[in-house]
């Protein structure tokens, strides 16, 4: 009884205690975090995170200027233009196709691009999915000072140009834009509809992600964040590239608001079935030790398996703009980071991250 009575005791007095901590005073976790992200504070090129555990955003935070010049901040609902962050979703769309039995994985490059040179033949969508194409990048054959940004179909006529493959396709993995441009262009063949309407209405209507889009001459993007270079003593907006307007390979924004959306329905089969996030979500292709700290490529996702435990994750990098997504599906732990600023180790970041956590 004396035993029970002492426990209640400390019980209510641990309450007392926690319901007199000062109103908003961080957790140690909270703390430590923002102090790895101190350096994008202030008058710079900022970044917006979320740590998301179990469904609940158990952190969300941004950091830093989205546009320095006309001093707007960074929020959670800064748009910031993704890079290969929009691979997984450009293959999300051709998942969907394929759902839809409006195309195969195996069909064959030369089914939608007929003037291909006859490499294009032995290509599937599956090599392409997968970055085991040897399809040549296009980024090397656009002419020096090309004026005017490229376009998909710019790449489509450049790739058309090749006399042939780097190497024979589904011999190795050689990360590819070229191949997922081509994805998207088949996104828009297959569909009838342009990439962006295609991933409004199938994935960010459904998913309420109503901010996100694609970019373009023309795009109104909300809450824009622009991009920056960020050197030792200079700051530079480096916002855009001739190479900023290609689609399938880099071309969505979004905010770490829309994308927590997107996150949790990667747990549900809210966009395809659950035996085909499973395929998604599958090394298909051994990856080379050198690139990253991945063991495979699933479709759109690099892959990193360890003993009784699995991650699956993608960067992104391009001209005044850095992201990062990190997921491990069974213990339902995602980080997300977006930075306006040009070549963020966020990986490096992320690990630290994790490691407060546990992970």
């Known amino acids: 009884m004396i035993r029970s009575l002492l426990l209640i005791a400390c019980i209510a007095l641990s309450t007392i205690t926690a319901m007199a901590q000062p109103a908003g005073n961080p957790a140690p976790v909270e703390k430590a975090i923002d102090s790895l992200f101190a350096g994008y504070s202030g008058n710079n090129p900022g970044l917006s995170i979320v740590v998301i555990?179990?469904?609940?955003?158990?952190?969300?935070?941004?950091?830093?200027?989205?546009?320095?010049?006309?001093?707007?901040?960074?929020?959670?609902?800064?748009?910031?233009?993704?890079?290969?962050?929009?691979?997984?979703?450009?293959?999300?769309?051709?998942?969907?196709?394929?759902?839809?039995?409006?195309?195969?994985?195996?069909?064959?490059?030369?089914?939608?691009?007929?003037?291909?040179?006859?490499?294009?033949?032995?290509?599937?969508?599956?090599?392409?999915?997968?970055?085991?194409?040897?399809?040549?990048?296009?980024?090397?054959?656009?002419?020096?000072?090309?004026?005017?940004p490229v376009s998909d179909e710019d790449v489509v006529r450049l790739l058309g140009q090749a006399n042939s493959v780097d190497f024979k396709p589904g011999e190795k993995f050689a990360y590819s834009n070229s191949a997922y441009v081509l994805l998207g262009v088949i996104v828009e063949q297959v569909s009838g509809k342009s990439f962006e309407r295609f991933l409004t209405k199938y994935i960010f209507k459904p998913l309420k992600m109503n901010a996100s889009t694609v970019n373009g001459l023309d795009a109104r993007i909300s809450n824009r964040a622009y991009g920056y270079t960020v050197q030792k003593d200079s700051i530079q907006k480096t916002?855009?590239?001739?190479?900023?307007?290609?689609?399938?390979?880099?071309?969505?924004?979004?905010?770490?608001?829309?994308?927590?959306k997107w996150d949790q329905a990667l747990y549900t089969n809210k966009l395809v079935k659950a035996a085909t996030l499973e395929r998604i979500f599958t090394s298909h292709v051994n990856v080379p030790s050198g690139t990253r700290?991945?063991?495979?490529?699933?479709?759109?996702?690099?892959?990193?398996?360890?003993?009784?435990?699995?991650?699956?994750?993608?960067?992104?990098?391009?001209?005044?703009?850095?992201?990062?997504?990190?997921?491990?599906?069974?213990?339902?732990?995602?980080?997300?980071?977006l930075a306006n600023r040009s070549g963020q180790n966020l990986d490096m970041l992320a690990e630290k991250v994790k490691a407060l956590y546990g992970y």
């Open 53 to 148: 555990r179990n469904g609940q955003a158990v952190y969300t935070k941004s950091f830093g200027m989205a546009d320095i010049e006309n001093k707007v901040k960074v929020t959670p609902a800064s748009n910031f233009r993704l890079a290969s962050f929009t691979k997984q979703f450009t293959a999300m769309c051709i998942m969907m196709l394929e759902e839809q039995g409006k195309l195969s994985l195996n069909d064959p490059l030369s089914k939608y691009f007929p003037s291909f040179p006859s490499w294009a033949q032995a290509i599937t969508i599956q090599h392409l999915l997968t970055h085991t194409s040897g399809i040549t990048d296009y980024e090397p054959r656009v002419p020096a000072g090309v004026p005017l």
């Open 239 to 260: 916002d855009q590239s001739a190479t900023s307007y290609t689609l399938g390979d880099g071309g969505i924004y979004s905010s770490i608001n829309d994308l927590f």
């Open 293 to 337: 700290p991945a063991t495979g490529y699933g479709y759109g996702w690099f892959i990193r398996e360890q003993p009784g435990e699995k991650w699956v994750y993608h960067s992104g990098g391009t001209r005044g703009f850095t992201t990062w997504i990190e997921r491990n599906p069974v213990k339902q732990f995602s980080i997300i980071i």
